[in-house]
């Protein structure tokens, strides 16, 4: 308790000397909220990304705690970097790469990391075949992701139980020391399936008990797969017509039941496919295009593929 007050009391003395120092005017969260450029990251983050608002909502959670802390920081008041290392969970596509690019810039934007940069990587990466090969693996890795984001995917695969000698205990060891000692200079995501994530979690307590931040990406309903569809063509230049866009709501609902289905990525590759059938109808006409053929899907496009073709089958 005693030493409670003393840190504050030690806190005000210190604001209080730095306010005799002629410096800036303090600045509202909201005004280094729009002067950091964070705002404009987090409202493109909005803008590109359908749905998802639990996931959006954390991200503004933790912008607003890295600018609280920087306030803090210029006012002399005790200011430890915040432990920012996350875990993000989900199925495949359903935005985890993406939302931690924007998140490695908005560490930027607030002087959490130099660079802003994020290198991906997985087990193979960082772990070698042979002894000796591991160490010198993992920390060319570290050194590249230095002042950035170290994204981990399916990070689950370093730790292999059933491998007596596995060399991904090596490459844990040294993410551990790294991520505890190194912490101002570099972030770790990692990511993967919820439940595998956690069974991992379970038998690393080291590695849980350096991740602050657990993120869960929830699956996307229909509608907003449609919405995600539409926002990639509009990217493209291209749009459905009202045939196109209802065979699309048949198709993700079909494609969602099936095998291998992998939201927001099966949808661009859905996408694709469609884009390359359009071409080839066009291919065969030997009239003059008009501009709108160009850019227009039609139900044709979309009622090719063998989704459509498996429900027939069956
Ligand atoms: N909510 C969304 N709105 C629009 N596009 C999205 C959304 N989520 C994902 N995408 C797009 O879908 C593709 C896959 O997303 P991303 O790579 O971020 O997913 P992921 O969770 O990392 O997938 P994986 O686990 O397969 O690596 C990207 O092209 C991304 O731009
Ligand atoms: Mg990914």
Redesign the pocket.
């Known amino acids: 308790m005693q030493a409670d007050v003393l840190d504050a009391s030690q806190a005000v003395a210190a604001s209080s000397a730095a306010a005799a120092v002629p410096t800036a005017p303090i600045e509202s969260p909201r005004q280094l909220f729009e002067s950091s450029g964070v705002k404009a990251v987090l409202a493109q983050l909005d803008a590109?990304?359908?749905?998802?608002a639990p996931v959006k909502g954390r991200i503004h959670d933790i912008a607003a705690l890295l600018l609280v802390d920087k306030l803090r920081a210029q006012q002399g008041f005790n200011s430890q970097p915040p432990s920012l290392h996350m875990c993000f969970t989900?199925n495949?596509?359903?935005?985890?790469?993406?939302v931690a690019l924007r998140m490695a810039e908005v560490l930027k934007q607030l002087g959490y990391v130099r660079k802003g940069h994020l290198v991906a990587v997985t087990r193979d990466d960082l772990v070698g075949q042979f002894i000796g090969h591991t160490a010198p693996k993992t920390r060319e890795v570290l050194k590249k992701a230095m002042g950035g984001v170290l994204f981990i995917?399916e990070a689950y695969y370093l730790y292999r139980p059933e491998n007596e000698r596995d060399y991904g205990q090596e490459a844990i060891e040294i993410l551990l020391q790294v991520m505890e000692n190194q912490r101002e200079d570099i972030v770790v995501i990692l990511a993967g399936y919820k439940d595998r994530m956690q069974t991992f979690f379970g038998s690393n307590p080291g590695m849980a008990s350096r991740i602050a931040h657990h993120i869960d990406?929830p699956d996307y309903t229909e509608p907003e797969l449609l919405r995600?569809a539409q926002?990639?063509l509009e990217k493209l230049h291209y749009r459905f017509d009202d045939g196109a866009l209802q065979a699309f709501a048949r198709y993700i609902a079909l494609r969602r039941a099936q095998p291998h289905f992998?939201n927001?990525?099966s949808v661009?590759n859905a996408l694709d496919r469609m884009r390359l059938r359009h071409a080839t109808r066009l291919f065969d006409s030997d009239v003059p295009l008009q501009p709108e053929q160009l850019v227009t899907l039609q139900a044709a496009d979309v009622t090719a593929s063998r989704v459509f073709a498996a429900r027939h089958a069956a």
């Open positions: 590109e990304l359908v749905g998802l989900g495949p596509g359903t935005g985890k790469t993406t995917d990406f995600i926002l990639m992998a927001a990525r661009r």
